[in-house]
Every structure is written in structure tokens, then in C-alpha cells.
């Protein structure tokens, strides 16, 4: 199977701050996967690299096939973005927001287009009395599922989340987990998500990369849990971490 | 009956219509056309056999549930038959919001708008406005435009609408001003000399060359500059821009190159503004305060100055707006982590763009009288 997102031999540099040294990763088809590192180890210059906002040092990505290149227009109809603070467009109501990658890329009739609109609004676990609401009117949270709409929009074949759940109570967490997976089983979708929250990993992700020394060490959850790393040691070894793996794991998944 | 997504075929009991090819995203169009010719006219069942799909999306399963739900509003009924299990979580799936929503809408009938909420939205909505900056061009989108150019051209008059026009009124105040007190400065030294009627020349041709222009220029950095910093700046901290290049869409031509264009526009005209208001203010003096005859003042006026004058200022204006905006945009553009630094990158803008337009100036003074214009 040809991977969706693969990255070979990316190199990040930053004066002398080496952020990424050659690193490889996969993306393959209908997966949802884990990106996790310490602070600072480059997951976000990594999926702005990959998004082409951000001129790597050297290496070579390509998501679906197309080469991404720094500040040319990407595979822009097949992916979707969940930045980290929503990225909502402020002048916009949140109905807008979801309709105008629609109206960018596509000539339906108005009708329709406000009708898909709704549906991913839905999808997103919104009530429909959001959508005249403007961004600023809404709390973290629904900001994240509006843009998460927005991210839907155009029946992506790849989704990039940005710390998902980062600014979540628990329980607003969980759900937006629940959410992932949902749309993970019905839309055929590839996920690739940063994450800080361990219980997030574990409850939707079907293998982890961890981002240490500028690579990326990737494996199922079993696999990663049982490697060596001394950071991944650290990182999952924690009493937090343990509970999570015990019981968070997609009982579909296991 | 067929196209190249479905396939009519009339039986005794009902109504076969076969799907076929790609349902999905791209073609949505193209399915409502078709869907919108399934029409049972004797009230048979229609049943859609969906095991010819190549590929099905959300958006090609609502055009297929939406023509369910129009038939059975026409009192017919509908089927689906023969769905891959891969496909039909697509169609479940609109099912399942469609119910949602429906609950969703029993929970809150509310009552219509009272005035009230409408005038408060409208307040709000001016708000937005003011503040708002892709809010134009996404709605020229919604409203289907789609061509780069036609965007650019109607975001650069509402940048001339909103830099220029808009700045008129404290222009041609300022401007006024200036006029009033250069006069009044003239008149002290020049009527020792009996030579009142010279403070015609100097307010004239100061305000024509220099102050109308500088004036001019100087307020709209003030004015536009910083919002433009501040406004590209609060995009990129929100990481709009980044947004909007994921969406295909290119920041630099639907946000800046329009502000430099409108702004090159723009300042020429409100230099003129300046220079009118200028002159007026130079004339309540010479003629309230010196009692030079009204008549006599147009005159010397029309003597002491000519069109060289008017356009040594005018020629200065779209290289000064080039400035103004191309340093707003920047510095906005530059923004990366802080609201902090969004602050003084804004107060950046301003104060090198004014320097820029200083600098500016002094060049062309020297080159201006190297050339004897
Ligand atoms: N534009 C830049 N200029 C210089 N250094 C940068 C730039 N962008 C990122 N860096 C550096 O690259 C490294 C990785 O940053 P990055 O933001 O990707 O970390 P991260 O893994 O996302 O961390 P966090 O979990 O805290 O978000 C950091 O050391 C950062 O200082
Ligand atoms: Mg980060």
C-alpha cells in the first residue's frame, strides 16, 4: 500500500539547533496515527514541514502522492487541518467558516453547500444554533469542533490535528476522543495527530511516533511501550501514563 | 433513461434506478442533475441499487438521502438495495445526523427574533466589520467568486474605501490647520517687510510641494499602517494565514497585495484633499486677517504656483504610500509567537514608515532641484 503521508530524510535545522535529523515516517492509508515528543522535539515544525509552511533544511514529503513544497498549494482539496487554537476565520459566523472551503473548491448549489455545511457541523457533535454564532462568541472547545467542521469540509482523505485535546477539561477530552475514532470508522479517513495527552494516544491510535534525537521512533502502542528509549521509558512510565495504556486501549483495536 | 451516475429502468412495481461511477465530493453538481430527473410519475416505489458504486462520500450520500426525503415528501417511497457495507456507513451515517438533528430542532423552537436581538446583531456586525479583514473577500467567495483577480480588484477598493475616503475628513481638518498656521507664521515676519502678499506664495507653494503630501502620508502611516500590521498580524497569530494557505487560497495576494494597491490609490487622492483644505486655510488668513481682497488672493495664488507644484507633491504620494503599506504588511506578516510582539511590531511599522517617508522626501527635494521642477 502506497503510504499517504511518507517523509524521507527530513532535515529541520535552526542556526545550530538540529530539530529533525533525517527522519523517515510513514503515513499508511485508513490509520490513525500518534505524533508525540517532548517539548521542543519538533512535532509542530514537523507538520508545518508537512503542510508546506515551513521550508525544510532538505528531504523530500509527499502527501498522496503530490510533493509538498514550501508555500506552493498542496494536495488542498483532499486534506483538512485542525489547527491548534482553531484557526477560525473571525470575521466569519461558524456556518461561514465550514461553507468556505466548500465555495473554494466547489460550484454546488448554494442550497447544498449549506446543507453539507450543517452536516459537518453535526458530524462535529455541534448543535445547529452555533452557526450564526461568531468564533469569538464560542468557548475552546467548540472553536476546536467548528474547525474540526471545517477540517471536514471537503471529505478529506488525510486529517492533521494539532493537539486535539490540548485546553480540554477530561471529559470534553474523552468525547473529542470519541469523536476522532467515530469519524476515523465512518469516512475512511487518515488521521495524523500531535498529542500531549496520553489517554488521547492510547484511545485512538492505531501506532505512535516519537520524536527523539531529530527521529522518529514508530510502533504500535505495544511496541513503543516496550522499547528501551529512555524518554518513552520515562514518558509512558509514568503512573498516568500506565493507567491510561490499561484501560484506554480501542477495545476494537486491542 | 441513463447518465453517468444512474441508470432508469421501469418495471411493473416500481422504479429501478442503478447507481454507478463516483458519488462523491467533486461531482455533487452533477447528482443533484441527475437525482433531480428520478421522478416515479405513477407513484411506484423508486429503488435506488446501489451495488455499482465505485465511491461514495458524505456529500454524494446526501444527494442520494436528499432525493429519498423529496420523494417521500411527494408521498413516494424509496429504497436502497444492494449496498457494500463500505458504502452504506456513508448513508447511515447522514441517517444518523438527520436525526440528531431533528432532536436538535425540538430542543430549541425558538421564537423568532425580537427586534431587539436584530439591532444588537447589527451593532455587532458593524463591529466585525471594522475589524474584520478577510471577512470581505471570504464573503465575495461565499457569494461565488472564485477568480483571483476579480477578488483582489474588490478588496482593493474596499482598501481605498477604507484608507482613503474614510481618512478624508481628519485629512482636510489637519490639513486646514496647517494651512491657518503657516499663513499666520508668514504674515508675522513678512508684513514687517510690507510684503504681506508674498504669504500667498509661501503658504501655497509649501502646502502644493511638502506639507499637503507629508501631511497626507504622515496620518494615513498613523492610521493605516498600524492596522495593517495589527490586522495581518492578529491572522498570523491566529494562524489564519496559515489556514488559508492549507485551504489553496494565497495570503499575499488576497491580503497584502490589495493594501498595497489600494493604498497606492488612495494617498494621491487624499493629498489632493490636503492640499485643497491647505489652501483654504491659508486663506482665511490672508484674506480674514490680512485683508488681501479675495479676488487678488486667487490670483496670486494662480501666479505664484503653477501645476508643477500640484504635481511635484502628487508624484510623491503613490511612491510614499508604497511605503506606508509594503512596511505595514511586512511587520504584520513578520508576527510569529506573541501578542507582545505584535504590539511592537505595529508601533514598528508606524515609526519606519514615517522615517521611510521622510527619507523619501528629502531624495526627492534634492532630485527635484537637480531637475529645476
Ligand atoms: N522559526 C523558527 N526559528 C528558530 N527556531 C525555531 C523556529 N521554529 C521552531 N524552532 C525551534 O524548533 C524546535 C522545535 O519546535 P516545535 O515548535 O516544533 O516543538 P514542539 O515539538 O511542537 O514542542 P511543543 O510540544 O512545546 O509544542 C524548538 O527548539 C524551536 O525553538
Ligand atoms: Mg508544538
Known amino acids: ?254 | 433513461m441513463e447518465n453517468a451516475y444512474l441508470q432508469v429502468e421501469k418495471h411493473h412495481d416500481s422504479l429501478k434506478v442503478g447507481l454507478r461511477n463516483d458519488w462523491v465530493f467533486d461531482n455533487v453538481s452533477d447528482l443533484e442533475e441527475a437525482t433531480a430527473s428520478v421522478v416515479s410519475s405513477d407513484g411506484l416505489p423508486v429503488i435506488f441499487q446501489c451495488g455499482g458504486l465505485q465511491d461514495i462520500d458524505i456529500a454524494g450520500a446526501w444527494v442520494l438521502y436528499d432525493r429519498s426525503q423529496q420523494l417521500a415528501e411527494l408521498g413516494i417511497k424509496s429504497d436502497f438495495e444492494g449496498f457494500k457495507a463500505e458504502h452504506f456507513k456513508f448513508l447511515r451515517n447522514i441517517i444518523d445526523m438527520a436525526a440528531i438533528r431533528e432532536f436538535d430542532e425540538d430542543l430549541d423552537d425558538e421564537p423568532p427574533p425580537r427586534p431587539l436581538h436584530g439591532s444588537i446583531e447589527r451593532v455587532g456586525q458593524n463591529t466585525l466589520s471594522a475589524f474584520e479583514d478577510i471577512g470581505f473577500i471570504a464573503r465575495s467567495i461565499l457569494d461565488g467568486t472564485r477568480r483571483p483577480l476579480t477578488l483582489i480588484l474588490g478588496e482593493t477598493i474596499k482598501q481605498v474605501y477604507e484608507t482613503g475616503v474614510r481618512a478624508i475628513p481628519i485629512v482636510m481638518i489637519m490639513s486646514f490647520l496647517i494651512g491657518i498656521v503657516l499663513a499666520y507664521q508668514a504674515s508675522a515676519q513678512l508684513e514687517q517687510f510690507g510684503a504681506k502678499i508674498f504669504v500667498v506664495d509661501l503658504a501655497s507653494i509649501s502646502i502644493l510641494r511638502e506639507m499637503g503630501v507629508l501631511l497626507a502620508a504622515v496620518m494615513v502611516a498613523g492610521r493605516s499602517g498600524s492596522a495593517f500590521a495589527a490586522a495581518l498580524g492578529t491572522m498570523k497569530l491566529n494562524e489564519e494565514i496559515d489556514a488559508l494557505r492549507v485551504l489553496g487560497l494565497n495570503p499575499n495576494q488576497i491580503l497584502v497585495v490589495p493594501r498595497i494597491l489600494g493604498l497606492v490609490i488612495a494617498l494621491p487622492m487624499l493629498t489632493l484633499f490636503a492640499d485643497v483644505a491647505g489652501i483654504l486655510g491659508g486663506a482665511l488668513i490672508a484674506i480674514g486677517s490680512l485683508d488681501i481682497p479675495t479676488v487678488q488672493f486667487v490670483e496670486r495664488v494662480k501666479y505664484a504656483s503653477d501645476m508643477n507644484d500640484l504635481m511635484v507633491g502628487l508624484t510623491k504620494a503613490p511612491f510614499f504610500a508604497f511605503l506606508i503599506a509594503v512596511t505595514g504588511t511586512l511587520r504584520g506578516m513578520q508576527v510569529e509567537h506573541s501578542a507582545e510582539q505584535l504590539g511592537r511590531l505595529t508601533t514598528t511599522a508606524v515609526v519606519q514608515s514615517i522615517f521611510l517617508i521622510i527619507v523619501a522626501d528629502a531624495y526627492f527635494t534634492i532630485i527635484f532641484t537637480r531637475l529645476g521642477i
Open chain 1, 1 to 254: 500500500m502506497e503510504p499517504v503521508v511518507r517523509i524521507s530524510n527530513l532535515v529541520n535545522r535552526f542556526g545550530d539547533n538540529v530539530v529533525h535529523d533525517g527522519l523517515n515516517l510513514d503515513v499508511m492509508p485508513d490509520e490513525t496515527l500518534g505524533l508525540v515528543g517532548g517539548s521542543g522535539t519538533g512535532k509542530s515544525v514537523l507538520l508545518r514541514s508537512i503542510l508546506g509552511l515551513q521550508k525544510p533544511t532538505s528531504g523530500e514529503i509527499t502527501v498522496l502522492g503530490q510533493r509538498i513544497e514550501y508555500l506552493k498549494p498542496g494536495p488542498t482539496r483532499h486534506w483538512g487541518v485542525l489547527f491548534q487554537g482553531g484557526a477560525l476565520l473571525s470575521g466569519l459566523t461558524v456556518q461561514e467558516n465550514v461553507e468556505l472551503p466548500i465555495a473554494l473548491h466547489s460550484d454546488m448549489p448554494l442550497e447544498t453547500r449549506h446543507e453539507l455545511a450543517s452536516l459537518k457541523l453535526l458530524m462535529a457533535g455541534l448543535s445547529l444554533s452555533v452557526a450564526d454564532k461568531y468564533p469569538s462568541e464560542l468557548s475552546g472547545g467548540m472553536r476546536k469542533r467548528v474547525s474540526l467542521a471545517r477540517a471536514l469540509a471537503l471529505e478529506p482523505k488525510i486529517l492533521f490535528l494539532d493537539e486535539p485535546t490540548a485546553g480540554l477539561d477530561p471529559i470534553a477530552a474523552t468525547e473529542f476522543d470519541k469523536l476522532v475514532n467515530y469519524l476515523q470508522d465512518n469516512l475512511d479517513l487518515t488521521i495524523m495527530m500531535i498529542t500531549h495527552d496520553v489517554d488521547s494516544l492510547f484511545g485512538t491510535c492505531d501506532r505512535i511516533a516519537v520524536l527523539v534525537d531529530g527521529n522518529a521512533i514508530v510502533g504500535t502502542i505495544d511496541e513503543i511501550l516496550e522499547h528501551d528509549n529512555e524518554w518513552i521509558q520515562s514518558y509512558f512510565g509514568v503512573p498516568r501514563a500506565r493507567r491510561a495504556a490499561s484501560t484506554g486501549v480501542r477495545p476494537d483495536r486491542a
